[in-house]
Protein backbone atom coordinates (compact mmCIF):
# COMPACT_ATOMS: atom_id res chain seq x y z
CA UNK A 1 0.00 0.00 0.00
CA UNK A 2 1.37 3.76 -0.93
CA UNK A 3 1.97 6.17 1.59
CA UNK A 4 3.65 8.57 -0.14
CA UNK A 5 1.01 10.67 -2.69
CA UNK A 6 2.28 11.98 -6.35
CA UNK A 7 1.06 15.12 -7.33
CA UNK A 8 1.59 16.30 -11.00
CA UNK A 9 1.27 20.04 -11.30
CA UNK A 10 0.32 21.28 -14.72
CA UNK A 11 1.02 25.37 -14.87
CA UNK A 12 2.48 27.07 -17.72
CA UNK A 13 3.79 29.63 -15.28
CA UNK A 14 7.18 28.94 -13.77
CA UNK A 15 5.99 31.06 -10.64
CA UNK A 16 2.84 29.29 -9.65
CA UNK A 17 4.72 25.99 -10.54
CA UNK A 18 7.65 26.72 -8.14
CA UNK A 19 5.11 28.03 -5.10
CA UNK A 20 2.25 24.86 -5.41
CA UNK A 21 5.81 22.79 -5.95
CA UNK A 22 7.25 23.99 -2.64
CA UNK A 23 3.49 23.44 -0.63
CA UNK A 24 3.26 19.68 -1.47
CA UNK A 25 6.87 19.01 -1.09
CA UNK A 26 6.48 20.63 2.35
CA UNK A 27 3.77 18.58 2.84
CA UNK A 28 5.36 15.31 2.31
CA UNK A 29 4.41 14.47 -1.21
CA UNK A 30 6.08 13.70 -4.33
CA UNK A 31 5.63 16.37 -6.98
CA UNK A 32 6.14 16.27 -10.75
CA UNK A 33 5.55 19.33 -13.00
CA UNK A 34 4.49 19.37 -16.50
CA UNK A 35 4.25 23.33 -18.53
CA UNK A 36 1.21 22.42 -20.25
CA UNK A 37 -1.83 20.20 -21.49
CA UNK A 38 0.13 17.88 -23.88
CA UNK A 39 3.28 17.69 -21.13
CA UNK A 40 0.31 16.54 -18.51
CA UNK A 41 -1.09 13.81 -21.00
CA UNK A 42 2.41 12.03 -21.74
CA UNK A 43 3.11 12.01 -18.28
CA UNK A 44 -0.21 10.89 -16.85
CA UNK A 45 0.25 8.21 -19.79
CA UNK A 46 3.92 7.12 -18.94
CA UNK A 47 4.12 7.48 -15.35
CA UNK A 48 1.07 5.29 -13.91
CA UNK A 49 2.53 5.89 -10.46
CA UNK A 50 0.75 9.90 -10.02
CA UNK A 51 -2.24 9.68 -8.31
CA UNK A 52 -3.25 13.59 -8.07
CA UNK A 53 -3.11 16.59 -10.64
CA UNK A 54 -3.56 19.86 -10.32
CA UNK A 55 -4.38 21.38 -13.61
CA UNK A 56 -4.10 24.72 -14.90
CA UNK A 57 -6.84 25.73 -17.64
CA UNK A 58 -5.48 28.46 -19.85
CA UNK A 59 -1.95 27.19 -21.46
CA UNK A 60 -0.74 26.51 -24.84
CA UNK A 61 -0.30 23.33 -26.81
CA UNK A 62 -3.33 21.93 -25.16
CA UNK A 63 -5.22 23.95 -22.57
CA UNK A 64 -6.35 22.16 -19.27
CA UNK A 65 -9.65 21.07 -20.29
CA UNK A 66 -9.02 19.09 -23.82
CA UNK A 67 -6.07 17.84 -21.35
CA UNK A 68 -8.09 16.82 -18.95
CA UNK A 69 -10.67 14.91 -21.21
CA UNK A 70 -8.28 13.21 -22.61
CA UNK A 71 -6.66 11.85 -19.60
CA UNK A 72 -9.79 10.92 -18.16
CA UNK A 73 -10.06 8.73 -20.96
CA UNK A 74 -6.92 6.87 -20.45
CA UNK A 75 -7.65 6.59 -16.53
CA UNK A 76 -10.97 7.84 -15.55
CA UNK A 77 -10.27 7.10 -11.75
CA UNK A 78 -6.71 9.82 -11.92
CA UNK A 79 -8.06 12.09 -9.23
CA UNK A 80 -8.00 16.20 -11.80
CA UNK A 81 -8.35 19.40 -9.83
CA UNK A 82 -8.34 22.18 -12.10
CA UNK A 83 -6.60 25.55 -10.83
CA UNK A 84 -7.41 28.19 -12.47
CA UNK A 85 -8.81 31.68 -12.64
CA UNK A 86 -11.68 31.18 -14.91
CA UNK A 87 -14.98 32.96 -13.68
CA UNK A 88 -16.95 29.99 -15.99
CA UNK A 89 -14.85 27.13 -13.94
CA UNK A 90 -17.70 26.41 -11.89
CA UNK A 91 -20.08 25.66 -14.15
CA UNK A 92 -17.59 23.73 -17.16
CA UNK A 93 -15.80 21.98 -14.50
CA UNK A 94 -17.91 18.73 -14.20
CA UNK A 95 -18.50 18.04 -17.97
CA UNK A 96 -15.02 18.52 -18.69
CA UNK A 97 -14.21 15.30 -16.42
CA UNK A 98 -12.60 17.68 -13.39
CA UNK A 99 -13.08 16.35 -10.25
CA UNK A 100 -13.42 19.04 -8.48
CA UNK A 101 -11.61 22.82 -8.97
CA UNK A 102 -10.31 25.64 -7.34
CA UNK A 103 -9.85 29.47 -7.97
CA UNK A 104 -7.03 31.32 -8.06
CA UNK A 105 -5.63 33.38 -6.91
CA UNK A 106 -4.86 30.07 -4.84
CA UNK A 107 -4.66 30.17 -0.97
CA UNK A 108 -2.16 27.54 0.01
CA UNK A 109 -4.29 26.29 2.88
CA UNK A 110 -7.66 26.16 1.11
CA UNK A 111 -5.93 24.37 -1.82
CA UNK A 112 -4.40 21.68 0.72
CA UNK A 113 -7.08 21.26 2.43
CA UNK A 114 -9.30 20.22 -0.74
CA UNK A 115 -5.74 17.99 -1.83
CA UNK A 116 -5.64 16.52 1.27
CA UNK A 117 -9.47 16.01 1.61
CA UNK A 118 -9.12 13.94 -1.99
CA UNK A 119 -5.74 12.57 -1.03
CA UNK A 120 -7.78 10.62 2.06
CA UNK A 121 -10.29 9.08 0.38
CA UNK A 122 -7.84 7.48 -2.19
CA UNK A 123 -5.74 6.36 1.36
CA UNK A 124 -9.20 4.83 2.13
CA UNK A 125 -9.91 3.44 -1.66
CA UNK A 126 -6.65 1.95 -1.37
CA UNK A 127 -6.53 0.45 2.22
CA UNK A 128 -10.09 -0.96 1.52
CA UNK A 129 -8.71 -2.78 -1.73
CA UNK A 130 -5.55 -3.66 0.63
CA UNK A 131 -7.58 -5.94 3.36
CA UNK A 132 -10.12 -6.96 0.73
CA UNK A 133 -6.73 -8.41 -1.09
CA UNK A 134 -4.92 -9.50 2.35
CA UNK A 135 -8.67 -11.32 2.89
CA UNK A 136 -8.23 -13.16 0.09
CA UNK A 137 -4.88 -14.04 1.09
CA UNK A 138 -5.69 -15.29 4.36
CA UNK A 139 -8.70 -17.16 2.88
CA UNK A 140 -6.23 -18.90 0.61
CA UNK A 141 -3.77 -20.02 3.35
CA UNK A 142 -6.59 -20.99 5.54
CA UNK A 143 -7.16 -23.69 2.77
CA UNK A 144 -3.20 -24.15 2.66
CA UNK A 145 -3.18 -25.34 6.08
CA UNK A 146 -6.62 -27.31 5.68
CA UNK A 147 -4.98 -29.36 3.18
CA UNK A 148 -1.69 -29.81 5.16
CA UNK A 149 -3.36 -30.80 8.52
CA UNK A 150 -5.25 -33.30 6.10
CA UNK A 151 -2.12 -34.65 4.85
CA UNK A 152 -0.68 -34.66 8.44
CA UNK A 153 -4.16 -36.60 10.08
CA UNK A 154 -3.32 -38.85 7.31
CA UNK A 155 0.51 -39.34 8.93
CA UNK A 156 -0.03 -40.90 12.18
CA UNK A 157 -1.64 -43.93 10.82
CA UNK A 158 1.41 -44.90 9.40
CA UNK A 159 2.63 -45.21 13.17
CA UNK A 160 -0.09 -46.82 14.63
CA UNK A 161 1.28 -50.42 15.87
CA UNK A 162 -2.10 -52.08 15.62
MG1 LIG B 1 -2.11 29.56 -17.34
Not at 22 to 35: M, P, T
Not at 56 to 83: E, H, S
Not at 126 to 134: G, H, I, K, P, W
Request: contains cysteine; positive net charge; charged residues 30%.
Amino acid sequence: MKIKHKILIVDDEALTRERLGDLFIKRGLDVVFACNGKEALDICTADQTIDIVSMDCNMPVIDGYKATKKIKKIRPNLIIIAVTGNKDIEKRYKKTGFDDYFKKPVTWDGLWALIKDKLSNLWFINASVFFTEAFFIMIDFSEFFRKLNEAILIIPNIWTFD
